[in-house]
């Protein structure tokens, strides 16, 4: 009787787990702000514990959730108004200004000049000197404007003809062919099978992954 209970309660939790995440929105998945990131916690535990606790019946666990995604939602709505964004979400702090460390910005945020050093370093920035602002976003992770002489060149820096940027489309995953990829490329079947004919292809489940990409050709990878 047991498992048929606790059957019973992971069903129930599994789907209002589900429907609550998509109501309150990805940003609890992502975990944008230190809020979102404790409430997606507690979340998991009040489904958790409910479910490991025999004392703890069927209707507690779809009243603890409903109320706590009710109170998300509401959290998240008040969110999306001007004059509570702060409030809920925070604001970024800028911890170097014009190249210069803001001590009392670090204090405010109980940062030391080493986590700075740190978190600069896993954006691939090794020096203080390269930054001329640095901000400590809502989430923990931090954007840099780095000086100019520090920043990578672009096509625009040599005055070169910009060229438009495609996205490559998967046409074939495993053998199997997406029609609908296709169809928005505004391809055929008879355009695939040429295409792979020409590479020496004969059958679709020859095939572990076709890429397209314009102006280029079919990229394909056979499978072994």
């Known amino acids: 009787m047991k498992f048929m209970d606790l059957t019973f309660e992971l069903i129930i939790g599994f789907f209002l787990l589900f429907i609550i995440v998509k109501i309150v929105g990805k940003k609890i998945i992502n975990q944008i702000t230190p809020f979102t990131f404790i409430a997606s916690i507690v979340l998991s535990e009040l489904l958790g514990n409910a479910l490991f606790d025999h004392q703890i019946g069927l209707l507690y666990i779809i009243y603890s959730m409903t109320l706590w995604g009710l109170l998300l939602f509401i959290v998240e709505f008040l969110g999306q108004k001007y004059m509570f964004r702060g409030l809920f979400e925070g604001k ?33 920035t090794f020096s203080i000197r390269e930054v001329a602002f640095c901000y400590l976003e809502a989430n923990g992770s931090i954007s840099i404007l780095k000086k100019t002489k520090y920043q990578k060149t672009t096509q625009e820096d040599f005055n070169m003809t910009i060229k438009p940027v495609y996205v490559p489309v998967t046409i074939i995953r495993d053998g199997k062919v997406l029609w609908d990829e296709l169809k928005e490329l505004n391809f055929d079947e008879s355009w695939l099978k040429t295409q792979l004919s020409a590479q020496g292809i004969s059958d679709y489940k020859d095939v572990f992954l076709a890429e397209w990409l314009e102006n280029e050709c079919l990229f394909i990878q056979k499978n072994d």
């Open 92 to 124: 970024p702090s800028a911890l170097i200004k014009n190249g210069i460390v803001d001590r009392e910005e670090l204090k405010k945020n109980r940062m030391n000049i080493n986590q700075l050093q740190s978190l600069l370093s896993q954006s691939e």
